[in-house]
């Protein structure tokens, strides 16, 4: 009985200090995790078929940094997937017109290297958000990607970013997304904006580090 106790203190404690060392850091060191990316074909869930509303980059306009954008995630099947460069062109940025065909994989986001651009603004498939976070920071260039809130507590992402200094927009609303079959879905969890390299100022909104 009371070594059961001590045993159930002892894997608190370990478990306190272990939140402790994860969440406590922001660092300006940059330190890519050295695993490499898998590569991966069409993710073919049609639950990755969820668009951005136009509001979602109206919010980040003015913190989207300069040059040419890379928004990667769409689909040349789901006409809707499109809307989102045409969103951000409408802001006045130049985007790539990178558009994936899953039947031929042309443009894989995995094997990005056809294109010159300067920052990633993008709402990625959630079903592989693990490798996609991956291949961006192997990368290496600033990028925005709009993820599910709960994304910064997985233990891939403490793990990856242990050594990189992120930064979090948190929306001042929910995003509702578009879904492909109909036009509005209640969306029945947050997502933020994560990023890398945008040298962000803290303001109200906006989190720095990476927990
Ligand atoms: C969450 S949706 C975002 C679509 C659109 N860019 C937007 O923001 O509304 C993700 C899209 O990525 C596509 N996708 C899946 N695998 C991909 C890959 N390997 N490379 C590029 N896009 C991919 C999905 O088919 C889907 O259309």
């Not at 939140?19 to 406590?24: I, L, N, P, Q």
């Not at 590569?39 to 951005?52: A, N, Q």
């Not at 056809?114 to 079903?127: I, R, T």
């Amino acid at each position: 009985m009371i070594a059961n106790s001590v045993f159930s203190l002892l894997l608190i404690y370990l478990y306190a200090t272990l939140r402790r060392t994860h969440g406590c850091c922001i660092s300006t060191q940059t330190d890519p995790t050295p695993e490499k990316p898998k590569r991966i074909m069409h993710f073919k869930s049609k639950g990755d078929e969820y668009y951005t509303p136009s509001n979602a980059f109206e919010e980040i306009k003015d913190l989207i940094p300069k040059g040419v954008i890379l928004d990667p995630f769409n689909n040349i099947n789901e006409p809707k997937s499109l809307h989102s460069q045409s969103f951000l062109k409408d802001l006045g940025r130049e985007v790539v017109d990178s558009v994936y065909n899953p039947d031929t994989d042309e443009n894989n986001f995995m094997d990005n290297d056809g294109f010159a651009w300067d920052v990633c603004v993008s709402n990625p498939p959630f079903s592989c958000k693990k490798d996609i976070l991956r291949k961006l920071f192997s990368l290496d260039k600033p990028f925005m990607v709009l993820l599910p809130i709960t994304t910064i507590c997985c233990s891939y992402y403490i793990e990856m970013t242990r050594n990189i200094n992120c930064q979090i927009i948190v929306p001042k609303k929910r995003y509702n997304f578009n879904y492909h079959l109909d036009s509005k879905r209640n969306c029945s969890f947050d997502c933020v904006w994560i990023c890398y390299k945008c040298e962000l100022e803290c303001t109200n909104g906006v989190m720095g580090g990476s927990m």
